[in-house]
């Protein structure tokens, strides 16, 4: 037995030292790893996009949800009303931030003379997040385009890049674009 166990050492040794296994070993690893990885389920309805150029203000009940559909409206030609603007105008409320009510975010949102408000939200629980985001147009105020991303299992770590990666699928999905590999981003900060 010790000699048979000697010689498979032997016969192994110089295959496990080959650059190859050790590719080979890595992309298993690495494919294992990702395929055990949550997926992100995302939908989206839509009846109107907004043409590049056009106004559109952000509200939201997360800051890293408002940043992450700020970036990625821009990204698209969009002109954006921040938050903190519409927030200036919410004086009266003793916590602007938590202001829930929709039809006060669109009054404050119509004196800027925004064509859209986009309101996004996360819901649920943190180590399985989902968000939601909502365009209304203005002064209509019926829904422009809708969608809504969640992760299909709780995350061990959660972190706060996942809830920029599940906004950015719920808005792909909402505007009926590709969604972008896990490898890529989806916003780039630019500064401005």
């Given at each position: 037995?010790?000699?048979?166990?000697?010689?498979i050492?032997?016969?192994?040794?110089?295959?496990?030292r080959s650059?190859?296994?050790h590719?080979?070993?890595?992309?298993?690893i690495?494919g294992?790893?990702?395929?055990?990885?949550?997926r992100?389920?995302?939908?989206g309805v839509?009846?109107?996009?907004?043409?590049?150029g056009?106004?559109?203000?952000?509200?939201?009940?997360?800051?890293?949800l408002?940043?992450?559909t700020?970036?990625?409206?821009?990204?698209?030609?969009?002109?954006?009303?921040?938050?903190?603007?519409?927030?200036?105008q919410?004086?009266?409320?003793?916590n602007a931030?938590?202001v829930?009510?929709?039809?006060?975010?669109?009054d404050?949102?119509e004196?800027?003379?925004?064509?859209?408000?986009?309101?996004?939200?996360?819901v649920?629980?943190?180590?399985a997040?989902a968000?939601?985001?909502r365009?209304?147009?203005?002064?209509?105020?019926?829904?422009a385009?809708?969608?809504?991303?969640?992760?299909?299992?709780?995350?061990?770590?959660?972190?706060?890049?996942?809830?920029?990666?599940?906004?950015?699928?719920a808005?792909?999905?909402?505007?009926?674009?590709?969604?972008?590999?896990?490898?890529?981003?989806?916003?780039?900060d630019?500064g401005g």
């Amino acid at each position: 037995m010790q000699r048979e166990i000697v010689m498979i050492n032997n016969v192994l040794r110089p295959i496990l030292r080959s650059r190859k296994i050790h590719w080979l070993l890595g992309v298993l690893i690495f494919g294992a790893m990702t395929a055990c990885s949550p997926r992100i389920v995302a939908e989206g309805v839509q009846d109107a996009i907004p043409a590049q150029g056009t106004l559109v203000g952000v509200w939201g009940t997360h800051p890293t949800l408002e940043h992450t559909t700020i970036l990625w409206l821009r990204q698209r030609g969009m002109r954006v009303l921040y938050p903190s603007e519409v927030r200036a105008q919410l004086s009266g409320a003793r916590n602007a931030s938590l202001v829930l009510d929709e039809e006060t975010i669109l009054d404050v949102a119509e004196k800027y003379d925004v064509r859209e408000i986009v309101i996004v939200r996360v819901v649920g629980d943190q180590r399985a997040p989902a968000v939601l985001v909502r365009a209304f147009t203005l002064p209509e105020r019926q829904v422009a385009w809708a969608g809504s991303a969640r992760y299909d299992e709780y995350l061990s770590k959660p972190t706060v890049n996942n809830l920029v990666i599940a906004m950015c699928r719920a808005l792909e999905a909402a505007w009926k674009v590709s969604p972008l590999s896990d490898s890529e981003r989806c916003v780039i900060d630019q500064g401005g």
